[in-house]
């Protein structure tokens, strides 16, 4: 896949344009380049959860997760190239399986809070969405293939099921909403 950097600063966008992996020149406010933008986001607030406390098996997860979206990235930066697979599909699938098994079925809404770790993974979980919809309308301006948008999707729920998991780490629990209505339901029934 293409050729590694050797200077970082290259002046070449300066214009306002940017290379694609097979050498093609567009604007820097293309979709394409917002997909990659965002997907490169992710991957860095994924680095940030990162330096937090986190049991071994979620750790080595995240880091797979990293280089899948590097993957991901690769493949949005070349044009009709393929170098997300479906197994990481698959592989995001089981983990939520997993992970969501241990979990309490919802049953109110939960804010993106908690301790630190878990309100990361939430903002891991709303950048995977934002991704997510500029790959889709990525998708409705070009050819693509569905494993980038469906990687996005699937990350997505995970990382909320992974904040979920963090908050339980310690003996926590999910931070609930309050709506005006049940607050003054639960303040009826005391």
């Known amino acids: 896949m293409g050729n590694r950097l050797t200077a970082i600063t290259t002046r070449t966008g300066d214009a306002g344009t940017t290379g694609l992996g097979n050498d093609q020149r567009v604007s820097k406010s293309s979709t394409r380049i917002h997909a990659m933008g965002d997907v490169d986001e992710l991957n860095s607030h994924i680095g940030l959860l990162l330096c937090e406390t986190l049991p071994d098996d979620v750790r080595t997860l995240l880091v797979q997760i990293q280089h899948q979206l590097f993957n991901l990235g690769g493949e949005l930066s070349i044009p009709?190239?393929?170098?997300?697979?479906?197994?990481?599909?698959?592989?995001?699938?089981?983990?939520?399986?997993?992970?969501?098994?241990?979990?309490?079925?919802?049953?109110?809404?939960?804010?993106?809070?908690?301790?630190?770790?878990?309100?990361?993974?939430?903002?891991?979980?709303t950048v995977a969405r934002r991704?997510?919809?500029?790959?889709?309308?990525?998708g409705a301006e070009e050819p693509l293939n569905d494993a980038p948008r469906q990687y996005l999707n699937r990350l997505?729920?995970?990382?909320?099921?992974?904040?979920?998991?963090?908050?339980?780490?310690?003996?926590?629990?999910?931070?609930?909403?309050?709506?005006?209505r049940l607050a003054r339901s639960r303040a009826a029934d005391n």
Not at 133 to 138: F, I, T
Not at 156 to 177: E, K
């Open 156 to 180: 997505s729920d995970l990382m909320f099921v992974l904040a979920r998991v963090l908050n339980r780490m310690d003996g926590g629990d999910d931070v609930y909403w309050q709506s005006e």
């Open 80 to 125: 009709g190239y393929e170098l997300l697979k479906p197994e990481a599909v698959l592989q995001l699938d089981e983990a939520l399986a997993h992970y969501n098994a241990s979990l309490p079925r919802l049953q109110e809404f939960i804010l993106p809070a908690g301790t630190r770790a878990a309100a990361q993974a939430h903002v891991c979980r």
């Open 131 to 138: 991704a997510e919809r500029v790959v889709v309308g990525l």
